[in-house]
């Protein structure tokens, strides 16, 4: 009988005690305490024999009891540092096999070919298995991990490589499995994700002034390879500028270009030098300085959410070293605290929620023998 409907039975009216005379009502308890103890320890000895029939015969409440067990075990493993290393290990493992397997010598040799895909496909195995523990222990909330996702699409590419031997070039790609696995470039990818509106602005405007300059230069020198000036044909089409001026961008040889035009145009010195100016120091270094400034709001933003305070108050943080690590050692120790308190507490609720069960078990005892 349930515990709850045992103690709806548990009122004034329904007990025999009510009006009796202080002798008879004090042997009447004693009697219904004595009794009640001996029901208790049956009672309690037949819930041990039965645990797992607490449910009134739900075999489908133990069943997902199970379930849970093992999705936590299974949560234990994939989240285990040492586990974590094992792939890492993998990976880079995997990663070096694919670089070997390009030399001439290997290529060239059946047997080690041979052994390289059985230690690839074993490999393989251990990635699917990986990825099924993760689909397992993660469930719904699986599909909003952008991170086993992008590790399961490339265990489904690797395994389509399989197949398909015009897909065995994609399999060098379970070396990006690093940035799943290394939180370092995890946060340099979800940096420069954050940043991809600035970068894409930057962007704009620098094919804004490509386009602008390239236009000029066109104009200016189209003619100059068509004289001789120039030993290739550097400005003799739109294309052909905008090429050049690309690599004039990356300040690769840009100075011969600068000098065969000015050899014949003097003028045209600093036409370039503002090019170069605008375009590889200016514009490329402030994606650098974009991309830099995400990595430090990413740091303040894991700084804020460990120790619990505002991203104003961790940029106020000490700039020197020694303050900076007084102060984390000092956060660290207030933190450890709070799980010490919060520890100590989550024990005595549930030594107040065990008493509590044997009272209200006790009392439910008591109801029935009355």
Same mark, same amino acid.
């Given at each position: ?5 045992? $103690? ?22 004693? =009697? ?103 689909? #397992? ?38 070396? #990006?499995? =690093? ?26 405007? $620098? ?17 100059? #390879? ?40 003097? @003028? ?6 503002v090019f170069v100016v605008m375009s590889a120091f200016v514009v490329v270094n402030l994606i650098i300085a974009v991309i830099c400034d995400a990595l430090?709001? $990413? ?7 460990? #120790? ?8 106020? @943080? ?47 005892i008591v109801v029935n023998s009355q």
């Amino acid at each position: 009988m349930p515990i709850a409907s045992q $103690l709806s039975e548990l009122s004034p009216v329904n007990s025999p005690s009510r009006g009796a005379p202080p002798l008879q009502k004090f042997k009447s308890d004693t =009697f219904i305490q004595n009794h009640a103890s001996i029901r208790f320890r049956q009672i309690t000895n037949q819930s041990n024999n039965n645990t797992p029939n607490d449910n009134d015969g739900d075999d489908h409440s133990y069943e997902l009891r199970n379930i849970n067990i093992y999705r936590r075990k299974v949560g234990e493993i994939v989240h285990d540092e040492r586990f974590d290393v094992f792939i890492l290990i993998l990976i880079a493992i995997n990663s070096v096999l694919y670089g070997v397997a390009t030399f001439p010598s290997i290529k060239q040799n059946a047997d080690l070919i041979s052994d390289f895909e059985k230690v690839d496909l074993a490999i393989l195995i251990v990635f699917t298995v990986e990825s099924c523990m993760n689909i #397992f222990y993660e469930g719904k909330r699986f599909v909003r991990d952008g991170w086993l996702i992008f590790d399961l699409l490339i265990v489904i590419v690797s395994w389509a490589a399989t197949r398909f031997k015009s897909l065995q070039v994609f399999r060098i790609f379970r070396a #990006f499995r =690093f940035l799943t696995k290394v939180q370092i470039l995890r946060n340099v990818v979800v940096a420069l994700f954050s940043v991809v509106p600035a970068i894409a602005a930057i962007t704009v405007l $620098l094919l804004l002034i490509l386009y602008i300059f390239s236009v000029m230069y066109t104009q200016l020198f189209k003619d100059y #390879f068509e004289k001789g000036y120039t030993t290739a044909d550097y400005f003799g089409t739109l294309d052909l500028t905008v090429f050049t001026l690309f690599q004039i961008m990356c300040l690769d040889e840009w100075s011969g270009i600068a000098f065969e035009v000015a050899d014949h145009a003097y @003028w045209a010195w600093p036409i370039f030098i503002v090019f170069v100016v605008m375009s590889a120091f200016v514009v490329v270094n402030l994606i650098i300085a974009v991309i830099c400034d995400a990595l430090q709001i $990413l740091r303040s933003a894991e700084r804020a959410m460990l #120790f619990g305070l505002s991203e104003d108050e961790v940029g106020e @943080w000490p700039v020197k070293e020694n303050k900076n690590s007084e102060l984390v050692h000092t956060e660290e120790v207030r933190i450890q605290q709070r799980i010490n308190d919060m520890n100590r507490m989550l024990d005595e609720v549930v030594a107040s929620q065990e008493r509590m069960n044997r009272t209200i078990q006790y009392l439910s005892i008591v109801v029935n023998s009355q």
